[in-house]
């Protein structure tokens, strides 16, 4: 998918001139249904709500952060944070450019481990990996996990994170998720996000859970991974 014409993507802003470019974070498995474009845009409408500008890439060929976008304009809702396609394999020369105009840029992933997926790596100063809290869903983040270790030892800088998405509301999770979790070569964020239809319902209307149900349990987990994300790249 093409990268929409955008005079914010062209050029660096006189206030942003001489500032230090905006963090970039990339949510990345190669699982579908994992979670990417619910937390990505999730974190970026809570990051922009709080203050921060933000810009959100669509590293999906099927678009599915752009969907979304495309209905919260067709239904005249607040621009909350620029969303672009950008889908494409020099995603990585491209971004760093996009974060001199943003104080963070959210990456929603591809669903497969390819040169995209590596693009979107490259770019990253933070990796979360949303997995459902199951020994075989992480287990099944195996590659991710893989090239992210591949990749910190050129870049020992790289942040790296699992989230915890779709807990069952009143568990906690199972010991063997745990387990697999514990074998990993990095942590997943205290924080975890909980299965609520709310998530699901908010993305046809091209809304976040927090607009269609301000205060619910639901809109503080997304608060709380906003402020881990802020505390990790501290
Ligand atoms: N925490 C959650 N609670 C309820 N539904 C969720 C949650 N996270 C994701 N979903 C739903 O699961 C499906 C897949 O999520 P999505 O974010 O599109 O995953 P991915 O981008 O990794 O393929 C979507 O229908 C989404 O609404
Ligand atoms: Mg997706």
């Known amino acids: 998918m093409a990268i929409q014409a955008d005079p914010e993507l062209q050029s660096v802003s006189p206030e942003r001139q001489g500032r230090r470019p905006g963090k970039v974070i990339a949510l990345l498995n190669q699982k579908g249904g994992a979670g990417k474009t619910t937390l990505a845009t999730h974190l970026a409408g809570e990051l922009a709500l709080q203050g921060s500008r933000v810009t959100l890439l669509d590293a999906d060929p099927q678009g599915s952060a752009l969907d979304w976008a495309q209905r919260r304009l067709q239904s005249g809702q607040e621009r909350l ?50 997995v459902q809290p199951s020994a075989y869903d992480v287990w099944a983040s195996h590659e991710m996990v893989q090239l992210i270790t591949e990749a910190r030892v050129f870049r020992p800088q ?31 964020l205290e924080t975890e996000v909980s299965q609520r239809i709310v998530f699901a319902d908010s993305v046809a209307g091209g809304r976040l859970a927090c607009e269609v149900a301000p205060q619910c349990a639901a809109a503080r987990e997304v608060v709380a991974l906003a402020q881990a994300v802020r505390e990790v790249l501290r």
């Open 158 to 188: 790289l942040r790296a994170a699992f989230v915890i998405n779709r807990r069952v509301v009143g568990t906690v999770i199972g010991r063997e998720a745990r387990a697999a979790l514990a074998d990993q070569p990095f942590a997943a």
């Open 81 to 130: 944070y620029g969303v672009f396609g950008l889908a494409r394999d020099s995603l990585h020369q491209e971004a760093p450019q996009i974060a001199l105009q943003a104080d963070f840029v959210v990456i929603d992933g591809p669903p497969r481990v390819a040169a995209l997926a590596r693009s979107a790596l490259l770019a990253a100063d933070l990796v979360l990996i949303p």
